[in-house]
Structures are given as structure tokens and as C-alpha cells.
């Protein structure tokens, strides 16, 4: 079984597995790491979503052999050493922007790669930067108001 | 992470052993001035259902060893915020910190049997019942402290987890107090209770504390659960509800999917267990590829669905009949319309997972089931078990919104962990099989008729509704779970499930002096069960469409209208509300507010809507500008909690309206992934925002459901003040509308 040498939340992680085990499955079944969450496994629904050297992308049918040397972040790499959350995540907690939070994971990825590229969105911007993640609990607008809050504070 | 079972209360006790009593002067407390303690009123009304079933302090509230207390509920975390909701009622009781009250939810021989998380009951029964029990408690270790510190209860001062003399300035401990003993007695009315007045928790704004631990990802959802060992399985799924599996080909499977332990072949229940997820997934595939299965009865063509619903009801039967509608009916001219709405499905954005492991005597179930004791006995039934060698913990789980597919998931890792011991098995359902496997809300028709008088008040309405069951839910029953029904010898459902909920809301709440109301049931072609608010969301489309048919008819405006035909004090001032929320509103030329009113159940929640849209006269297309809603659920336990509800109800129900419905031909559902099925993406969601009228010496009621059936009434209205074009079959399309 071929080895991979991955760069995840800061760390070099060694991962024995079948070249086409998608990175959602790498995450979460063998590095234990439960902030992409699996939703579809088609990338229609944004719940897996991670950062690929900064930029969000869906996780659920990338396969591992595909990352190479890329930066891979989770929610859990957003948190500091000292355990103090990031401004995103920080807006998130204090807008109440979840209900069952399943989605949340892609909701504040998909916010950081946003405002990685366009720090002070728009609504219009901000609904387009999230077309593709789905809530089914109808959040949306609590979510809009945390990307507005944690443009703001960063 | 690593899970472990909770220990169970009798152990929990044994472990806590003997606490010597002692008179401790708590250190925060010297030089420290002694709170207000808020006065208590004497309540002697009804107590909840759920204490009628379990009616001792121990049963929902445990003193911890740490000052904390915990408190039991037989309900379930799915995101609609009931463990903060219930940590509040309790702390404000025991005029104890937030952080000091711990809540355990659902777990089978811990917590009471609640039956269902559902029907918007998790407040009125489990957090009202937990009012009662801290109520009684706190009434115990006032007495219990009065003999120990021999000081009369006047002295006495109880708070975060002490109860203090003012005149010795002398302490004790809660669980000082017990000495290592839980309350046993009685919760009996009367019962002193907190003066709502004096609440300091109940009715604010108090933030969820889960949500700080979603955003680390340590949500502690079901899919995230491990245990050392831990394997992963899923199950081949037959093409059609009563395909039977001829053959199945597993020869080379070994070889092509690395990591396969197991396949577990039961009838036409079929499962494959392996070592790692993404390999599960393989094997799954592999097992379709090389298996053939029979045929299922076709379903009805697509167009015909309706029709070949009528043709398959039973008779009618009469649910509300008052005046003489027959005789009112005679010599009017009335009015008609026929309302539609397709199936449309749960949709929970996390598929179906559940995990079991057989210690060889002992089944342990993890679940984000809405009912695991219901869950049990279908289980036991299934298995031929005792019900209580089977021990099922409930685990949060993504939205499901009613009777979705965790019960099946559950049902799936039992029948793979009894073939495969001491081992945990996680199984975790695919999208695919959550969209075609899930039972869906079922497809409804409402016709309507009415005449008015000439006062412009309406004199008959006639109500025919065609309706599936709307709960299916696990029971004793073994054909309710999914895979009973594909084993050797299948369990087939024999019950036709909850058919009232189909005529929830049906009749309307307005005053009409001749009404009558028929429901029509059918056993329709799809799975089906609960679906927030049940038939209410199609009643009162149907009704609240049918009012503004009706008001332009009078030409009155509809919310005069409406209010013409309502006493209800509670009722007129939710519609006033909502009136003044979109009273300073622009409206442009293609643009248009639309207003629904409910009381759910007609005994539950109040709620006015307005919905203010624009609509594209060439092409159709429907923009969603925003949606208001006015709600009074009586005395507001969580304000936030609330708000929070209802925004996102009206959001999923505008999916609902708009959107969406399950597809299907002859021969299979088509409606199996997020492009199928489509739901309301952010480029589409309106601004929204909510009034609640607060009324604290009025019974709390829940709101999760209350939200949805007004949204598409709201909808339909505003479209038609838009465009003038009103279509009454969900979901309302661009289509739709240029063929209006």
C-alpha cells in the first residue's frame, strides 16, 4: 500500500493508504480529525470543506494521491497553540451561527478562503462565496451576519 | 476520541459512597454578601405528562459529588437547542450558575422514557417536567437542611449548590445535605416554584455553549464517535422497497477491495464489513455490481400521481363537523380550489450513521435516534431479545427533522455487530441511500369550498384532505425499522402508523359557523412518517391561501379579513404584529408582501407571516426579498432559542415551497443526490427577521415545527399580489407561474 507524506495543520503526517482513499476519509478515519464532516461524497454540499494551501475546497473526492506538498488546514488547525479561536471562528460563537452545525465546518473554511482573497465582502459576495454549501437548518442569514462580524474584527 | 458508556445511576451512587457531614464554611462565601434569593409561588396546576410516567426527583436530577447537579432528559440534542433551554429551567430553580448544571440526554435505563423527540413537545413536556423536579428538589434540601443545621427554613438561604443558615452563617452542601443519597421523593403539585417575575436565565438570550464546540470540531456528532477496534461496514441496498436479493457474487471481493473482514448476508439484508470507511464503500459498490435482485411493484407515472392517490383512499372520515354545512351549502354561490403538494424529504445534510457493539450479553446501541426507547422495543422485536439486554445512548446527529433514517442506521450496525462481537461497528449511510431510502413526508391533496354571507363573513367551509400516515416511527412494531424488512423472514409493518397527523391544522381556527372537514387516508406508493409539522404545512398553505382567495372575493384587505374572523386576543395580536412589521415596506410594481396566520394545533403556538417578493412577469422567476414572522409560544424560555427556530424554519419551509420534491419513474426514485433534490442555496435566501410576544404566565409551548406551515401560504400570497397569478401546487415553479 503506497505511503503519503502529507502537510496538515501545520505538521507532516505519514499516512499508509489506497492512492484513491479521497482526503475527507485520510482527515477523519485516520487522523482522527472531525471538522470536515462527509455530506454527500459528490462535492455538492461544501460540508467537507478544507483549505488547499489557503484556497477552501471540498474534500470528499480528492484523492490523497493528489495533494502532494499542498497546505491542509481543518477547523482544527484554526485553533492557536494556546487554544484561543480564530476571528472567524470567534464570529461564528458569538452570532449563534449554527443550529445542528453540521455544515459549519465548510461555512467558516469557505469564509477564511474568502476573506483570504476579499477582506470586506459584500452581501452579494458573501452569498456567491457560499453557493456551495448547503444548511438545511436555514442559518444562512445568521452565517451572512458572521462573515460580516469576522471581516470586521480581522 | 474514545467514547465509553455512561455508568448507570446504581453504580454512580455506589461510586459517590459516604460523604461525612460536616459543617464547611465555604471559603467564597466569607466577607461574601448573601445573594437575594428570588420569592416562590405556589403552582397547582397540571404537571407534564412525562412526570405522570416518572414522577420521583432522581429520575430527572442527580446531585453530583462536585457541586454540579445533573439533570436527565429523555429528549435529544438535534440542533434545536434543548439542552441550554433545559439547563436554564433547572438553574433557575436551584438559583445555581449556568455552568453547574449538567444535562444528560437521552440514554435507555438513565434517563426517563420520553418517547419521540418531536411535535415541538421537547419544551412543554421535558423542560417543564425538570421545572417541576428542581422545584421539588429545592423543597427537600430546605427541609433535609432545616434538621441538620436545626435552624427553621426562614433562615435558610439555597443557591449554587449550598444551602446556607443567615443567623450561624453556617453551610452545607447539596450533596452535604444527601449525604451520598439521591431525592427520591415525589414531584406532587403544589409545588413552590420561582416567581417568574424574579427569572434571571429563563426567557433572556442565553448563548448555546455547543457552538463554541462546533467550531473546533468537537461537535461529539454520532459520525465523530471511535473506539479502539472500531470497524466500518456499509449495506448494499436493494434497487426498489420489495426487491429480494437471487444472487450475490462475493468471490472476488477480497481480492479487488483491500480490507474486507465481512460480509453479512441475512435474507436480502446485505452489509460489508471492513477495515477502514473508504473501503466499506468500495466493497459496497463491488456487492451491487455482482448481485441481482427482483423486481419492485412500479410506481405510479409521475403526471398520475394525484389521481392515483383519490383512487386509492379509504372512505372518508368525518374529523370536525359543526353547524349544517350540507344546508348552508344549498343556493350559494361558493367558492372552490384544489391545493397540492408533492413528497419532499427530510434532507439532513449528515446521512444516517449508528454504531453497535455485542459484548456477548449486551447490545449497545449509539444513535441519533428521536427515540430510543421506541427504538428498543423495535429492536427487541426484530431480534427476539429482552429489551433490556439492548442499551441505547442517544448522540446529537445532524438536522433530521422528524423521523428521517437514524433509526435504520441503528438497526444496521445491531444486525452487524451480533455477527461480528465484541467489536464496535460504525455504519454510515450513503447520500444516495439517504435521499431513495429516507420516509419522506408524503404527498397531500386539500379542496376546499366556501361561501360568504353577505356581511363578507364566511358562512360554510368544507374541507376534503387526502392524506398518508404521517408517523411510521419505530415501535413495537419490527416492520418499522428498514432492515427487518429485508431479513430471512421479513417483518412487514402491520400498522398504517400516526394517520392524524395528516388532518393537523386542517380545520380551520378562524369563527365559521357551519364547518365540516373530511380526511381521506391512503397507503400511498413511497415510505413515508414524520416531517416537521406533519400535514399542517399543507392544511395551511391550503387555508391561508384559501383566505386570500376569499378576502379578494370580499375585497377586504387580507389581514382585516382574516381578523373579521377571529376573537382570540393571543391570535389578533401576533397578526397586528406582523402588520406593523411591514407596515413602512416600498412595494415596486413587480413586487408584492403576502400574510399567513396559524395556531398550530390550534392549541399551541401563534404565528403571522409576511412574505415580500418579486417576480419577473416575462420569465417567472421569484425573488424572495424577505420573510417576517410574529410568534407567541406563551412564557419564552430561550429568546434566542426561539428566534433561531423560527429563522430557520421559515428558511427551510421557503425550500420546501419553492424547490422542492422527490422525483421519481416507474421503476426507481430519481431524487438521489443534492442536483436532483435541490434546496434553497444562499444566492436565493431572503433577509428575515422575528417578533416574539413574550407571555410569561401563559403555558410554554415549543416552536420548532410552528414555523413552516404559514411560509408557503405567506409565499403564495405575496406572489399573487406580485404578478396576479396564484398557484396552488407546490412547489410554486417559474413554470408554474406563466402557466397560471
Same mark, same amino acid.
Request: hydrophobic content about 40%; overall charge negative; charged content about 20%.
Given at each position: 500500500?503506497?505511503?503519503?507524506?502529507?502537510?496538515?495543520?501545520?505538521?507532516?503526517?505519514?499516512?499508509?493508504?489506497?492512492?484513491?482513499?479521497?482526503?475527507?476519509?485520510?482527515?477523519?478515519?485516520?487522523?482522527?480529525?472531525?471538522?470536515?464532516?462527509?455530506?454527500?461524497?459528490?462535492?455538492?454540499?461544501?460540508?467537507?470543506?478544507?483549505?488547499?494551501?489557503?484556497?477552501?475546497?471540498?474534500?470528499?473526492?480528492?484523492?490523497? +494521491? +493528489?495533494?502532494?506538498?499542498?497546505?491542509?488546514?481543518?477547523?482544527?488547525?484554526?485553533? +492557536?497553540?494556546?487554544?484561543n479561536l480564530h476571528p472567524v471562528q470567534q464570529a461564528f460563537v458569538q452570532e449563534q451561527a449554527a443550529q445542528c452545525g453540521y455544515c459549519l465546518n465548510g461555512m467558516v473554511m469557505a469564509t477564511i478562503s474568502l476573506l483570504n482573497k476579499n477582506p470586506s465582502p459584500d452581501d452579494a459576495e458573501i452569498k456567491n462565496a457560499l453557493q456551495g454549501n448547503l444548511c438545511r437548518c436555514g442559518s444562512h442569514t445568521r452565517i451572512i451576519k458572521a462573515v460580516k462580524t469576522a471581516a470586521k474584527s480581522l | 476520541m474514545t467514547a465509553l458508556p455512561l455508568q448507570s445511576r446504581r453504580k454512580f451512587i455506589k461510586n459517590m459512597g459516604y460523604i461525612s457531614v460536616g459543617f464547611s464554611l465555604l471559603g467564597a462565601c466569607i466577607g461574601a454578601e448573601d445573594p437575594t434569593i428570588a420569592s416562590r409561588v405556589t403552582y397547582d396546576g397540571k404537571l407534564p405528562g412525562s412526570i405522570g410516567r416518572t414522577n420521583t426527583v432522581n429520575?430527572?436530577?442527580?446531585?453530583?459529588?462536585?457541586?454540579?447537579?445533573?439533570?436527565?432528559?429523555?429528549?435529544?440534542?438535534?440542533?434545536?437547542?434543548?439542552?441550554?433551554?433545559?439547563?436554564?429551567?433547572?438553574?433557575?430553580?436551584?438559583?445555581?450558575?449556568?455552568?453547574?448544571?449538567?444535562?444528560?440526554?437521552?440514554?435507555?435505563?438513565?434517563?426517563?422514557?420520553?418517547?419521540?423527540?418531536?411535535?415541538?413537545?421537547?419544551?412543554?413536556?421535558?423542560?417543564?417536567?425538570? *421545572?417541576?423536579?428542581?422545584?421539588?428538589? *429545592?423543597?427537600?434540601?430546605?427541609?433535609?437542611?432545616?434538621? @441538620?443545621?436545626?435552624?427553621?427554613?426562614?433562615?435558610?438561604?439555597?443557591?449554587?449548590?449550598?444551602? &446556607? !443558615?443567615?443567623?450561624?452563617?453556617?453551610?452545607?452542601?447539596?450533596?452535604?445535605?444527601?449525604?451520598?443519597?439521591?431525592?427520591?421523593?415525589?414531584?406532587?403539585?403544589?409545588?413552590?416554584?420561582? /416567581? @417568574?417575575?424574579?427569572? *434571571?436565565?429563563? #426567557?433572556?438570550?442565553?448563548?448555546?455553549? =455547543?457552538?463554541?464546540?462546533?467550531?473546533?470540531?468537537?461537535?461529539?456528532?454520532?459520525?465523530?464517535?471511535?473506539?479502539?477496534?472500531?470497524?466500518?461496514?456499509?449495506?448494499?441496498?436493494?434497487?426498489?422497497?420489495?426487491? &429480494?436479493?437471487?444472487?450475490?457474487?462475493?468471490?472476488?471481493?477480497?481480492?479487488?477491495?483491500?480490507?474486507?473482514?465481512?460480509?453479512?448476508?441475512?435474507?436480502?439484508?446485505?452489509?460489508?464489513?471492513?477495515?477502514?470507511?473508504?473501503?466499506?464503500? &468500495?466493497?459496497?459498490?463491488?456487492?451491487? %455490481?455482482? !448481485?441481482?435482485?427482483?423486481?419492485?411493484?412500479?410506481? $405510479?407515472?409521475?403526471?398520475?400521481?394525484?389521481?392515483?392517490?383519490?383512487?386509492?383512499?379509504?372512505?372518508?372520515?368525518?374529523?370536525?363537523?359543526?353547524? /349544517?354545512?350540507?344546508?348552508?351549502?344549498?343556493?350559494?354561490?361558493?367558492?372552490?380550489?384544489?391545493?397540492?403538494?408533492?413528497?419532499?424529504?427530510?434532507?439532513?445534510?449528515?446521512?444516517?450513521? #449508528?454504531?453497535?457493539?455485542?459484548?456477548?450479553?449486551?447490545?449497545?446501541?449509539?444513535?441519533?435516534?428521536?427515540?430510543?426507547? $421506541?427504538?428498543?422495543?423495535?429492536?427487541?422485536?426484530?431480534?427476539?431479545?429482552?429489551?433490556?439486554?439492548?442499551?441505547?445512548?442517544?448522540?446529537?446527529?445532524?438536522?433530521?427533522?422528524?423521523?428521517s433514517t437514524a433509526d435504520d442506521a441503528a438497526t444496521d450496525a445491531a444486525l452487524m455487530a451480533l455477527e461480528h462481537p465484541n467489536i464496535h461497528v460504525r455504519v454510515q449511510w450513503s447520500r444516495h441511500d439517504e435521499h431513495a431510502w429516507d420516509p419522506y413526508g408524503p404527498a397531500m391533496i386539500a379542496e376546499l369550498e366556501a361561501s360568504l354571507d353577505e356581511n363578507n363573513r364566511i358562512n360554510y367551509w368544507k374541507a376534503e384532505v387526502w392524506t398518508d400516515s404521517h408517523s411510521q416511527r419505530p415501535n413495537k412494531d419490527a416492520g418499522t425499522v428498514l432492515a427487518a424488512r429485508h431479513l430471512e423472514t421479513p417483518f412487514e409493518m402491520n400498522s398504517r402508523g400516526y394517520l392524524g397527523g395528516g388532518h393537523r391544522n386542517a380545520d380551520p381556527y378562524y369563527n365559521i359557523p357551519n364547518m365540516k372537514v373530511n380526511a381521506h387516508y391512503y397507503k400511498g406508493p413511497f415510505r413515508v412518517s414524520s416531517l416537521r409539522?406533519?400535514?399542517?404545512?399543507?392544511?395551511?398553505?391550503?387555508?391561508?391561501?384559501?383566505?386570500?382567495?376569499?378576502?379578494?372575493?370580499?375585497?377586504?384587505?387580507?389581514?382585516?379579513?382574516?381578523? %373579521?374572523?377571529?376573537?382570540?386576543? *393571543?391570535?389578533?395580536?401576533?397578526?397586528?404584529?406582523?402588520?406593523?412589521?411591514?407596515?413602512?415596506?416600498?412595494?415596486? =410594481?413587480?413586487?408584492?408582501?403576502?400574510?399567513?396566520?396559524?395556531?398550530?394545533?390550534?392549541?399551541?403556538?401563534?404565528?403571522?407571516?409576511?412574505?415580500?417578493?418579486?417576480?419577473?412577469?416575462?420569465?417567472?422567476?421569484?425573488?424572495?426579498?424577505?420573510?417576517?414572522?410574529?410568534? =407567541?409560544?406563551?412564557?419564552?424560555?430561550?429568546?434566542?432559542?426561539?428566534?433561531?427556530?423560527?429563522?430557520?424554519?421559515?428558511?427551510?419551509?421557503? !425550500?420546501?415551497?419553492?424547490?422542492?420534491?422527490?422525483?421519481?419513474?416507474? &421503476?426507481?426514485?430519481?431524487?438521489?443526490?443534492?442536483?436532483?433534490?435541490?434546496?434553497?442555496?444562499?444566492?436565493?435566501?431572503?433577509?428575515?427577521?422575528?417578533?416574539?410576544? %413574550?407571555?410569561?404566565?401563559?403555558?410554554?409551548?415549543?416552536?420548532?415545527?410552528?414555523?413552516?406551515?404559514?411560509?408557503?401560504?405567506?409565499?403564495?400570497?405575496?406572489?399573487?399580489?406580485?404578478?396576479?397569478?396564484?398557484? /396552488?401546487?407546490?412547489?410554486?415553479?417559474?413554470?408554474?407561474?406563466? /402557466?397560471?
Amino acid at each position: 500500500m503506497p505511503t503519503y507524506h502529507l502537510n496538515i495543520n501545520g505538521s507532516q503526517k505519514r499516512i499508509e493508504t489506497e492512492s484513491d482513499t479521497p482526503l475527507l476519509y485520510v482527515l477523519r478515519d485516520y487522523l482522527e480529525l472531525n471538522g470536515p464532516t462527509y455530506g454527500c461524497g459528490l462535492a455538492q454540499c461544501g460540508s467537507c470543506t478544507v483549505l488547499v494551501n489557503g484556497s477552501a475546497t471540498t474534500s470528499c473526492m480528492l484523492p490523497v +494521491s +493528489s495533494i502532494g506538498e499542498a497546505e491542509i488546514t481543518t477547523m482544527e488547525g484554526l485553533v +492557536s497553540d494556546d487554544g484561543n479561536l480564530h476571528p472567524v471562528q470567534q464570529a461564528f460563537v458569538q452570532e449563534q451561527a449554527a443550529q445542528c452545525g453540521y455544515c459549519l465546518n465548510g461555512m467558516v473554511m469557505a469564509t477564511i478562503s474568502l476573506l483570504n482573497k476579499n477582506p470586506s465582502p459584500d452581501d452579494a459576495e458573501i452569498k456567491n462565496a457560499l453557493q456551495g454549501n448547503l444548511c438545511r437548518c436555514g442559518s444562512h442569514t445568521r452565517i451572512i451576519k458572521a462573515v460580516k462580524t469576522a471581516a470586521k474584527s480581522l | 476520541m474514545t467514547a465509553l458508556p455512561l455508568q448507570s445511576r446504581r453504580k454512580f451512587i455506589k461510586n459517590m459512597g459516604y460523604i461525612s457531614v460536616g459543617f464547611s464554611l465555604l471559603g467564597a462565601c466569607i466577607g461574601a454578601e448573601d445573594p437575594t434569593i428570588a420569592s416562590r409561588v405556589t403552582y397547582d396546576g397540571k404537571l407534564p405528562g412525562s412526570i405522570g410516567r416518572t414522577n420521583t426527583v432522581n429520575a430527572w436530577l442527580e446531585i453530583l459529588e462536585d457541586g454540579r447537579i445533573r439533570v436527565l432528559s429523555g429528549k435529544v440534542e438535534l440542533g434545536q437547542g434543548i439542552r441550554t433551554a433545559i439547563q436554564q429551567v433547572a438553574a433557575e430553580e436551584l438559583d445555581m450558575d449556568l455552568n453547574k448544571v449538567q444535562v444528560h440526554l437521552a440514554e435507555t435505563g438513565l434517563t426517563p422514557n420520553e418517547g419521540y423527540t418531536g411535535a415541538s413537545a421537547s419544551i412543554q413536556y421535558s423542560a417543564m417536567s425538570v *421545572r417541576f423536579a428542581a422545584a421539588t428538589a *429545592r423543597q427537600e434540601l430546605l427541609e433535609l437542611a432545616r434538621k @441538620k443545621l436545626n435552624t427553621p427554613i426562614a433562615d435558610l438561604l439555597l443557591f449554587n449548590g449550598v444551602v &446556607k !443558615s443567615k443567623l450561624s452563617n453556617k453551610s452545607l452542601t447539596f450533596a452535604e445535605i444527601l449525604e451520598g443519597e439521591q431525592i427520591k421523593r415525589e414531584v406532587s403539585i403544589p409545588v413552590p416554584i420561582k /416567581n @417568574k417575575a424574579e427569572h *434571571r436565565y429563563v #426567557g433572556k438570550a442565553i448563548p448555546r455553549t =455547543d457552538i463554541g464546540e462546533m467550531v473546533r470540531g468537537q461537535g461529539g456528532y454520532i459520525q465523530d464517535l471511535r473506539f479502539p477496534g472500531m470497524v466500518h461496514a456499509r449495506v448494499v441496498r436493494p434497487p426498489g422497497y420489495e426487491s &429480494k436479493l437471487i444472487t450475490l457474487d462475493g468471490n472476488g471481493l477480497k481480492a479487488e477491495v483491500p480490507g474486507v473482514i465481512k460480509t453479512v448476508i441475512k435474507g436480502s439484508f446485505v452489509g460489508v464489513i471492513t477495515e477502514r470507511e473508504h473501503q466499506a464503500i &468500495k466493497a459496497e459498490q463491488y456487492l451491487k %455490481n455482482h !448481485s441481482e435482485w427482483t423486481t419492485s411493484t412500479p410506481f $405510479p407515472e409521475p403526471k398520475n400521481l394525484f389521481t392515483h392517490i383519490k383512487g386509492i383512499s379509504d372512505d372518508p372520515e368525518t374529523i370536525r363537523n359543526e353547524g /349544517n354545512v350540507e344546508l348552508a351549502i344549498k343556493d350559494v354561490k361558493t367558492i372552490k380550489a384544489r391545493y397540492t403538494k408533492p413528497y419532499i424529504k427530510h434532507a439532513s445534510l449528515g446521512p444516517a450513521c #449508528g454504531l453497535a457493539m455485542f459484548d456477548g450479553e449486551v447490545l449497545h446501541i449509539w444513535s441519533h435516534s428521536q427515540g430510543i426507547y $421506541p427504538l428498543r422495543e423495535a429492536l427487541a422485536a426484530m431480534l427476539s431479545m429482552e429489551a433490556d439486554k439492548i442499551h441505547i445512548i442517544a448522540v446529537p446527529g445532524a438536522g433530521c427533522f422528524g423521523h428521517s433514517t437514524a433509526d435504520d442506521a441503528a438497526t444496521d450496525a445491531a444486525l452487524m455487530a451480533l455477527e461480528h462481537p465484541n467489536i464496535h461497528v460504525r455504519v454510515q449511510w450513503s447520500r444516495h441511500d439517504e435521499h431513495a431510502w429516507d420516509p419522506y413526508g408524503p404527498a397531500m391533496i386539500a379542496e376546499l369550498e366556501a361561501s360568504l354571507d353577505e356581511n363578507n363573513r364566511i358562512n360554510y367551509w368544507k374541507a376534503e384532505v387526502w392524506t398518508d400516515s404521517h408517523s411510521q416511527r419505530p415501535n413495537k412494531d419490527a416492520g418499522t425499522v428498514l432492515a427487518a424488512r429485508h431479513l430471512e423472514t421479513p417483518f412487514e409493518m402491520n400498522s398504517r402508523g400516526y394517520l392524524g397527523g395528516g388532518h393537523r391544522n386542517a380545520d380551520p381556527y378562524y369563527n365559521i359557523p357551519n364547518m365540516k372537514v373530511n380526511a381521506h387516508y391512503y397507503k400511498g406508493p413511497f415510505r413515508v412518517s414524520s416531517l416537521r409539522s406533519l400535514g399542517s404545512f399543507t392544511n395551511i398553505f391550503a387555508i391561508e391561501s384559501f383566505m386570500d382567495a376569499l378576502a379578494e372575493k370580499a375585497g377586504q384587505d387580507p389581514l382585516d379579513f382574516r381578523l %373579521n374572523h377571529l376573537e382570540d386576543e *393571543r391570535a389578533v395580536a401576533v397578526i397586528q404584529k406582523v402588520k406593523e412589521l411591514t407596515a413602512s415596506q416600498n412595494i415596486a =410594481d413587480d413586487q408584492g408582501v403576502g400574510y399567513a396566520f396559524m395556531r398550530y394545533k390550534n392549541t399551541d403556538a401563534y404565528i403571522a407571516m409576511a412574505a415580500k417578493v418579486a417576480v419577473n412577469k416575462v420569465m417567472g422567476n421569484i425573488e424572495l426579498i424577505k420573510m417576517w414572522a410574529a410568534v =407567541d409560544v406563551g412564557e419564552v424560555i430561550n429568546m434566542d432559542g426561539i428566534t433561531n427556530q423560527v429563522e430557520g424554519g421559515m428558511i427551510q419551509a421557503a !425550500s420546501w415551497t419553492l424547490k422542492e420534491q422527490v422525483t421519481f419513474n416507474t &421503476k426507481e426514485i430519481t431524487s438521489t443526490d443534492w442536483l436532483k433534490y435541490p434546496i434553497l442555496r444562499f444566492s436565493q435566501i431572503p433577509e428575515v427577521e422575528v417578533a416574539i410576544i %413574550n407571555r410569561p404566565e401563559e403555558d410554554a409551548k415549543g416552536v420548532g415545527e410552528v414555523p413552516m406551515p404559514p411560509t408557503a401560504a405567506a409565499i403564495a400570497n405575496a406572489i399573487f399580489k406580485a404578478c396576479g397569478k396564484r398557484v /396552488n401546487d407546490l412547489p410554486i415553479t417559474p413554470e408554474k407561474i406563466l /402557466n397560471a
